[in-house]
């Protein structure tokens, strides 16, 4: 008979050692490792992900790189700045580009101010120490032409200057080398926070030179049937180059204050109100007012050329000019706008012409170089980096009818066929010398008085 099974004998499993057998034991077999989850791999990046931040590398780098290279281009190639501007002003309007144009002189100021804040002002030219010969006394008599000499006016900061500031260098004429010279320039430097910032201003004695308007190929543009129907050269006539003496810029371009312009005997646009007004007549007369003093005498007037508001008249500056934020003077640009600028005006007495070009200044400052040049009335012409130019007509090895063009200072631009072969898109002005029977007169009046 089989052995009765005990209860030990039940409780025991039919197979091997459980675990806790095992750990009973003192591990005498080790359990195995429960297996442990693989770490997730990481994705490639998407190739746009890769494409994106190599763009975002390249423009970081590359925009102020290009921004800079465009800002060095615009001040080589001179249509480059205009042909930019034009067509911004086409896509965005003309506030945006001159809320552009603003800020990058501003930045441009503000980095002058940074690596050349110590900078004194220098001189451009010498003062020769003795008048030419033609201004003598006992030559007197040898002459054609009446004797110009405008007073020195000295440095507009007498503790800020260079040598020469406000002296007048005579510019004499290669055509009349033994006459006196029609035309003198000074150098001033009237801004004491940048010795950079100059005016070359030029002296012209009306007596015996006449200013002469001529329109462009391109400006100013106009809704005028006549005007439209208007052949346009762009150049110095050819019968008054060989007497031609200088040539500059004219306005701002219709777009920027549709200031009014008549030259060459057909009114291009209409003038406007709140205005300066260049304007010549009979007899050689010339005056630079604002258009509410002289329109009375608008159809007496051969030709005229509006600018923005006068900014001496009376010898008393415009109090626009103490004004914050005033764009009478930049077209759209603040006034305090740092950037090249043309300006013109005439003496008290309405005998000498001044014409000034500057480097880096503001509205106020040209005012106030052209006002103590002389100036008892002032009228700012256009404004930007390619546009002012103050250029002499010469002639070329001795040939008066075929001139080569000079710049009155270095550093602007141009060429030597501005004016007088190359075909100027915008307005400008000339002078030209008068013959030596127009000057007579004035030459009788000067030899009589005392």
């Known amino acids: 008979m089989a052995p009765e099974a005990t209860s030990s004998t039940l409780a025991e499993p039919a197979s091997g050692p459980t675990s806790s057998d095992l ?25 746009l992900r890769v494409w994106l931040k190599r763009v975002a590398i390249g423009s970081a780098i590359g925009l102020p790189v290009l921004a800079l290279g465009l800002w060095v281009a615009i001040h080589r190639v001179e249509w480059l700045g ?34 050349r804040g110590d ?10 120490p003795q008048l030419p010969p033609s ?14 000499i405008p007073t020195s006016v000295g440095p507009v900061h007498t503790s800020f200057k260079a040598p020469g500031d406000g002296d ?24 004491k926070k940048r010795g950079w910032a100059l005016v070359a201003v030029m002296a ?18 106009t809704q005028l049937k006549e005007a439209k129907a208007h052949k346009r050269a762009g150049v110095i006539p050819p019968e008054d180059v060989p007497r031609s003496l200088a040539a500059f810029n004219g306005g701002f371009k219709t777009t920027h204050g549709n200031y009014g312009m008549k030259a060459e005997g057909v009114l291009f646009v209409e003038p406007r109100t709140r205005a300066c007004t260049i304007a010549a007549y009979d007899k050689d007369l010339l005056k630079i007012a604002s258009w509410e003093s002289v329109s009375d005498s608008r159809e007496t007037m051969l030709w005229f050329r509006q600018a923005p508001m006068c900014m001496y008249e009376g010898a008393t500056m415009h109090k626009g000019l103490l004004a914050e934020e005033n764009t009478l003077w930049g077209a759209t640009l603040d006034k305090d706008t740092v950037i090249r600028r043309s300006a013109i005006g005439i003496s008290e007495d309405g005998a000498t012409l001044y014409v000034g070009i500057s480097e880096a200044t503001t509205a106020t400052a040209i005012a106030k170089a052209m006002h103590h040049a002389g100036a008892h009335n002032v009228a700012q012409l256009d404004v930007n980096w390619s546009y002012p ?9 001795g040939d008066a009818s075929s001139p080569v063009v000079k710049a009155v200072i270095d550093g602007f631009e141009y060429t030597e066929d501005d004016y007088v072969r190359k075909a100027m898109h915008r307005d400008f002005f000339y002078l030209t010398r008068k013959t030596a029977e127009e000057v007579a007169p004035a030459l009788a009046r000067q030899e009589s008085s005392p």
């Open 23 to 47: 750990a009973v034991a003192g591990g005498a077999a080790d359990a195995p490792p429960a297996p442990r989850e693989a770490a997730p791999q990481k994705k490639p990046p998407s190739r």
């Open 82 to 115: 205009p042909w930019l501007a034009d067509t911004g002003r086409s896509i965005v309007g003309n506030d945006a580009i001159a809320k552009l144009e603003d800020w990058a002189y501003g930045v441009q100021d503000e980095y002058n101010q940074l690596t």
């Open 119 to 128: 900078e004194p002002p220098e001189a451009h030219w010498e003062v020769p």
């Open 135 to 148: 201004l003598l006394e006992e030559n007197a008599s040898k002459l054609k032409y009446p004797r110009f």
């Open 168 to 191: 007048w260098v005579p510019m004499v004429d290669p055509r009349n080398p033994d006459e006196p010279p029609p035309m003198w320039k000074t150098l001033l430097h009237p801004d």
């Open 204 to 221: 012209v004695d009306l007596k015996q030179v006449r200013l002469n308007l001529v329109a462009g190929t391109m400006e100013p543009m």
């Open 389 to 397: 130019k103050l250029v002499t007509v010469e002639p070329r090895d």
